[in-house]
């Protein structure tokens, strides 16, 4: 796949590669909902970037997380991104976390769980 613009131009990027590469949880703003997310995969969807995080805190447009940790995996478009900060709650994982999913289209860095 040809990379239609540089991810480094959106706002949230540098915070999320941040925190993929440290392991620390990522406070931010997604379609009007606060959030603390945990960064694991960042990549490219259609053309735009997109990030796979693990959702430890807040809620989305289905509502309050899931109870069950195996569910709460998110796909979040970059560009949609608000208020994008380093938080101080612990960076989380589930044990079904996937990086070799169909869903991205090439992968630019992914989360080291060794």
């Not at 949880?25 to 997310?37: E, L, M, P, T």
């Not at 990549?43 to 447009?61: F, K, M, P």
Request: one cysteine or more; hydrophobic letters at 35%; a negative charge.
């Amino acid at each position: 796949m040809t990379l239609v613009a540089h991810p480094r131009r959106c706002p949230a990027w540098e915070v999320l590669e941040e925190a993929l590469t440290q392991r620390r949880s990522v406070r931010a703003r997604y379609h009007g909902h606060d959030r603390i997310i945990c960064p694991h995969l960042l990549g490219w969807r259609h053309g735009r970037i997109v990030a796979l995080v693990y959702q430890t805190e807040g809620s989305s447009s289905s509502g309050p997380i899931p109870a069950d940790p195996r569910h709460r995996w998110r796909s979040l478009f970059l560009d949609e991104i608000e208020d994008a900060t380093i938080a101080d709650e612990q960076w989380q994982t589930a044990n079904n976390y996937n990086p070799d999913s169909d869903f991205f289209d090439s992968i630019i860095l992914t989360v080291d769980l060794k």
